[in-house]
T-cell receptor
Framework: DGGITQSPKYLFRKEGQNVTLSCEQN?????MYWYRQDPGQGLRLIYY???????QKGDIAEGYSVSREKKESFPLTVTSAQKNPTAFYLC??????????????FGPGTRLTVL | GQSLEQPSEVTAVEGAIVQINCTYQ??????LSWYQQHDGGAPTFLSY????GLEETGRFSSFLSRSDSYGYLLLQELQMKDSASYFC??????????FGKGTKLSVIP
């Protein structure tokens, strides 16, 4: 079955440590996205990638970094520079950058808690 | 920039009809999407409106009025499994979506 996988589902880290969240898709989608969701809030865009080896900052990129070396993979690193990293992180993909404004497919999310 | 307003919570009775409104302000506009998210789960796409009017998909319908910068999601024959958060999202001149804060729908027996 095609889909998006994120691992792990729950992640705990100590303050000051970098942590990398995994996102893999086998939908053959060109575009991929990372969102952050806080309790009672909508989704805020961190980074997005329209094609391999290219990515752009979203609305809240500070303290985060990404890479897109393969079409299937778009890992997100939460660095120690991120002031308040505890949140629910969602990865998404769309067929291409045009359809990304319409329909995006989401992974199950990773809940990161920084202690 | 973009901003979206939708009610934070709505409660409705099983079998009834409920409407969730969304108003938006954008510097450009291509379309309005709706997503459903159950607690702890991933958002799933429900509908997309680029043109004025009503789009129907089973028990769910979505409406858009571009001149009023307004849309709504209509859920008919409510079921307990419809209890979830519903997000409107706009595509405004880029390849990104900007999401509202979501409406938590509680369906009661």
């Amino acid at each position: 079955d095609g889909g998006i996988t994120q691992s792990p589902k729950y992640l705990f880290r100590k303050e000051g440590q970098n942590v990398t969240l995994s996102c893999e898709q086998n939908l053959n989608h060109d575009a991929m996205y990372w969102y952050r969701q806080d309790p009672g809030q909508g989704l805020r865009l961190i980074y997005y990638s329209q094609i391999v080896n290219d990515f752009q900052k979203g609305d809240i990129a500070e303290g985060y970094s990404v890479s897109r070396e393969k079409k299937e993979s778009f890992p997100l690193t939460v660095t120690s520079a991120q002031k308040n990293p505890t949140a629910f992180y969602l990865c998404a993909s769309s067929i291409d950058r045009t359809s990304g404004g319409n329909e995006q497919f989401f992974g199950p999310g990773t809940r990161l808690t920084v202690l | 920039g973009q901003s979206l307003e939708q009610p934070s919570e709505v409660t409705a009775v099983e079998g009834a009809i409920v409407q969730i409104n969304c108003t938006y302000q954008t510097s450009g506009f291509y379309g309005l999407s709706w997503y459903q998210q159950h607690d702890g789960g991933a958002p799933t796409f429900l509908s997309y409106n680029a043109l004025d009017g009503l789009e129907e998909t089973g028990r769910f319908s979505s409406f858009l009025s571009r001149s009023d910068s307004y849309g709504y999601l209509l859920l008919q024959e409510l079921q307990m499994k419809d209890s979830a958060s519903y997000f409107c999202a706009v595509r405004a001149g880029s390849y990104q979506l900007t999401f509202g804060k979501g409406t938590k729908l509680s369906v009661i027996p």
